[in-house]
């Protein structure tokens, strides 16, 4: 996988996380989110390290797409159990795991 294609599946993931953060804050059950709310700023925010490290070539890139992994991982899985019920979750939990996949195609 290129580095431009892998920073095409960041980008998105990113943007899916802000939307399903910025929907979950809405929810009437946004109390119940507080996980799902947690990880997808998190996720945004390694998601554009990844964006800006890439951009400027750190020596710490391959580092960061590791720690890009293991958040992905851990946002999809909370996104998936609320994704029968609200759609920005199912959405982002697709992102995470497409981001997911490419940092470690990436990183082989």
Request: hydrophobic content about 35%.
């Amino acid at each position: 996988m290129t580095k431009e294609a892998l920073m095409e599946k960041v980008l998105k993931c990113k943007q899916a996380c802000d939307h399903c953060f910025e929907m979950c804050l809405q929810e009437e059950d946004a109390n119940a989110m507080v996980d799902c709310i947690r990880t997808d700023r998190e996720c945004s925010e390694v998601c554009g390290m990844v964006l800006q490290l890439g951009n400027r070539d750190s020596v710490v890139f391959n580092e960061i797409v590791i720690a890009c992994v293991k958040i992905c991982k851990v946002c999809a899985e909370e996104c998936e159990k609320h994704a029968e019920h609200h759609e920005h979750c199912k959405e982002c939990a697709e992102a995470c795991r497409e981001c997911e996949a490419a940092c470690e195609t990436f990183l082989k």
